[in-house]
């Protein structure tokens, strides 16, 4: 679903995937569920900030035949990026995202911060 603001230069989407990995190995085997929101919002004439919500459960049928016990995980990922228009088809972009892992297993739990910085040129 998208949906057009700011005279179309903006937008708004929302996203459901289903999805079944099925592997030969039981430990990977899984249903997923995943939601994905994103916004990309003009700032200025020169500036648009694009905001994400990425949300991904994975429930795997099986016990985990290491650990004896049951597996999911509850991906949540939020992501920033400002895009500035430098030039004519020249942009400076700026990103930060932050991903938590939120497993049944502690050893798949994990935390991440993203920094990330580059041109885009248009032609």
Do not use: H
């Not at 989407?13 to 190995?25: A, E, F, M, Q, R």
């Not at 039981?26 to 500036?47: A, E, H, L």
């Not at 297993?105 to 935390?111: D, H, R, S, V």
């Amino acid at each position: 679903w998208y949906y057009f603001f700011a005279k179309n230069k903006g937008v708004f989407s929302l996203t459901y995937l289903l999805n079944y990995d099925d592997t030969i190995g039981d430990n990977w085997r899984y249903f997923g569920n995943r939601v994905i929101m994103f916004s990309t919002i003009p700032v200025s004439k020169q500036v648009n900030w694009t905001i994400g919500l990425d949300y991904f459960n994975e429930c795997f049928p099986k016990k985990n035949c290491v650990y004896e016990k049951d597996r999911y995980d509850n991906v949540l990922t939020v992501s920033n990026l400002i895009a500035i228009e430098v030039f004519k088809n020249v942009e400076v972009l700026i990103q930060y995202s932050f991903i938590n892992d939120g497993a049944s297993l502690g050893i798949y739990k994990y935390t991440r911060n993203v920094y990330g910085a580059g041109m885009k040129y248009k032609f």
